[in-house]
């Protein structure tokens, strides 16, 4: 049995499932974004404690300032990158909670935009989620078919 739980994490503890999921066998410094550690970027955890005091990142996601050229009207607009959920934690609607979280924490900080680069994969996720498709497709190399998403806050 264990407990689950949203919670800010710190840069360095997104590495791994950036690194396993995202880019995998790619080098691991590309999984350090050069945002980490800026004071106005946070990042979030989906943590399950068990019983034993063990506890294991099933998903994250990180939440930094960013302006897109797509959106020049947005005031307090920021990007979501490195989401990422660990195969064995997939489809239980972990993701979607750390979007929720997410948008919670930047609307108290009069966020007006989330936007992202979107994996082709991931479209009907992040539509589940509220986000829409803008613009044409782009190739992120070592990463594949993307597109940008937002949604207005």
């Not at 350090?32 to 063990?54: K, M, R």
């Not at 099933?58 to 959920?85: I, Q, S």
């Not at 935009?113 to 009907?124: C, D, G, V």
Request: proline share 5%; aromatic share 12%.
């Amino acid at each position: 049995m264990s407990q689950f739980s949203i919670e800010q994490i710190m840069a360095a503890q997104t590495i791994d499932l950036r690194t396993r999921i995202l880019r995998p066998g790619q080098p691991i410094e590309i999984c350090h974004y050069p945002e980490d550690n800026l004071s106005t970027t946070f990042h979030l955890g989906a943590i399950f404690t068990f019983e034993n005091g063990d506890r294991v990142i099933a998903a994250n996601g990180t939440f930094m300032k960013d302006a897109h050229k797509f959106f020049p009207e947005a005031k307090n607009p920021y990007r979501l990158r490195g989401m990422a959920t660990d195969d064995l934690y997939r489809g239980q609607g972990i993701g979607s909670q750390i979007l929720q979280h997410g948008e919670m924490l930047l609307k108290v900080m009069n966020c007006d935009l989330l936007w992202f680069n979107a994996r082709e994969i991931a479209f009907p996720f992040y539509k589940k989620n509220g986000f829409t498709i803008i613009g044409d497709m782009f190739d992120i190399p070592g990463a594949g078919p993307h597109k940008v998403m937002y949604k207005w806050l």
